[in-house]
């Protein structure tokens, strides 16, 4: 069996790959190519930057791929503390990895929109764009909801550990409440995406998820009257 300190720094490598990967295809890509309430507008940018494009899909391809085998990793790692919360802790993060792929998937079928290689009248693109867009981003929403919900056992495992910080455990089961709470704002309030409260939700899993990233990679693992 792997020694605890080389195994929670190759969790917190795998997590980096996650957590860059993340930043680059959910947030950076899309900021650069997406055009809010403009299909017209969000075609024509996706073909002026469709390198670009393709490699923010290829990323979210790989930030799925590195978050299968994270909650693997961690399950090594952390099921001596509490093997059923470790298995449920695995479970809600795999759960939502099909949904985030079909995402990726709508993601490359606005990309044939734009280059006009998909049979579709040009009278009805905007209006197959617009769906396809939606769909895309629909998927992804619902994944948010696994995305919060393994945060839970994860960070109760954390908090428990002895060799993790425990702010950082507290953190990451508030980011679980934080994902679940946005995740209905958005569905049941309108504009809710707007208001300060949905960005504001979204800093302890933020923080938890970055800042127990680093740590198992910097600082590895550390008796709890170190690391509290």
Known sequence: MMQQAPLTRICGAIYLVVVA?????????PGQTMVPGDQVATLASIRANEALYRMGVAGLLINQLAFFVLPLALFALLEQIDRTMAKVMVLAALIGIPLALASAAERLVLLDLANGTLPVAQGSLTEFAAATR??????MLFATAFWGLWLLPFGYLVYRSGFLPRVLGV????GCGGYLINL????IVPGYAEMTIASA????????EIGICLWMLVIGARPR????
Do not use: Q
Request: proline share 3%; net charge positive; no cysteine.
């Open 171 to 174: 953190l990451l089961m508030l």
């Open 225 to 228: 009257d170190r690391a509290a």
């Open 184 to 187: 209905l704002g958005l569905i």
């Open 134 to 139: 939606a769909s895309a981003g629909k998927l």
């Open 21 to 29: 990967t993340g930043i680059f295809s959910l947030a950076y890509v």
């Open 201 to 208: 939700l979204r800093w302890p899993a933020t923080l938890g």
